[in-house]
């Protein structure tokens, strides 16, 4: 007698999905604690080629809430802490009429009015922005303005030191301040604000590229076959259509995606898109011309309408 033949045996990927998989979260939840997502602020180092030569002075404290980069602007809350003379009778209040102007490129944006001997309560400011978003997701937009600070009362610019926070996630933020330059009256100070994205974003960003690229890649794949074995069906045409709609989803869906026009646009999504089209075009092209070909005939034969026919009868 014939022994029957033992069973084929293979191992098992489980655990080594499990493992796969428990090592890319690993790998998130690193990236979510480095980049610092979840701090709603942080404290951002303001490089300052200036120092203080008396007691008698401002402490400018910055918080940034927004990056508008389809306005253009930074969005920024400004509380200003009185030190020596400049110091009221009650805490936090200031004793001498103020004066914030913010200047760029040459004209004035931003102006804060500080009454004397008053508490002041942090005023919204508005600081013009350079994009800078053509690498995005590596953009580095920037802010390049002018800050001075002035006595309404003797008309005499007041020393002042910054302290920026940052609340606008998901960005990172650089600044520094410059050597002041007068400019008639006015003691202004040169202040550079330089923005990046967080690690979170960029890698967000990639998966959603790759994912771009991927299904691009099996469109081209799948249409292909089916084109060369003769299986082209009604719903290639859709999953096309379906593709070409939803790239234009997944651009705007990406954290902090700027407008249209970016390196990203020219290099992965345009010719992903123009490759979608084109195989929509031609695989719709196709199926209709061969589908219509009983439409397009002047005779029919009676073998293709006999089955018809039949069917047809109870």
């Not at 980049?35 to 918080?63: F, W």
């Not at 001498?96 to 009015?113: D, F, H, K, P, Q």
């Not at 003797?154 to 926070?165: I, K, N």
């Amino acid at each position: 007698m014939t022994e029957p033949t033992p069973p084929r045996t293979r191992r098992n990927p489980a655990p080594i999905i499990l493992v796969v998989v428990a090592l890319l979260l690993v790998v998130y939840y690193a990236v979510v604690a480095l980049s610092g997502v979840l701090q709603t602020s942080t404290e951002v180092a303001v490089r300052d080629d200036n120092t203080l030569s008396s007691d008698d002075y401002l402490t400018l404290r910055m918080s940034t809430q927004d990056v508008d980069l389809t306005n253009r602007v930074i969005q920024a809350n400004v509380l200003p802490i009185p030190h020596g003379e400049l110091e009221g009778a009650e805490p936090g209040e200031i004793a001498a009429n103020l004066r914030i102007e913010v200047r760029s490129g040459g004209v004035t944006t931003s102006v804060v009015a500080v009454p004397g001997e008053s508490i002041v309560d942090p005023t919204s400011l508005t600081l013009a922005l350079e994009r800078g978003d053509s690498d995005y997701p590596f953009d580095k937009p920037f802010a390049d303005f002018q800050l001075a600070v002035e006595n309404t009362d003797t008309d005499r610019p007041v020393a002042f030191e910054l302290e920026l926070s940052n609340s606008a996630r998901p960005w990172m933020l650089t600044a520094a301040r410059g050597e002041a330059n007068q400019d008639n009256e006015s003691l202004l100070y040169p202040i550079q604000i330089h923005g990046s994205r967080d690690v979170l974003t960029i890698t967000l960003v990639m998966f959603y590229v790759l994912a771009i690229l991927l299904t691009t890649l099996m469109a081209v794949v799948t249409i292909g076959s089916a084109i060369l074995r003769r299986q082209l069906e009604f719903s290639n045409v859709i999953w096309l259509s379906a593709t070409l709609l939803s790239f234009p989803a997944l651009r705007s869906a990406m954290p902090g995606a700027p407008p249209i026009g970016t390196a990203l646009d020219f290099l992965v999504l345009f010719p992903c898109l123009c490759l979608i089209a084109g195989m929509l075009l031609w695989t719709g092209g196709h199926l209709l011309w061969r589908e219509s070909h009983v439409l397009r005939r002047r005779i029919l034969d009676d073998d293709e309408v006999a089955p018809d026919r039949a069917a047809a009868l109870p």
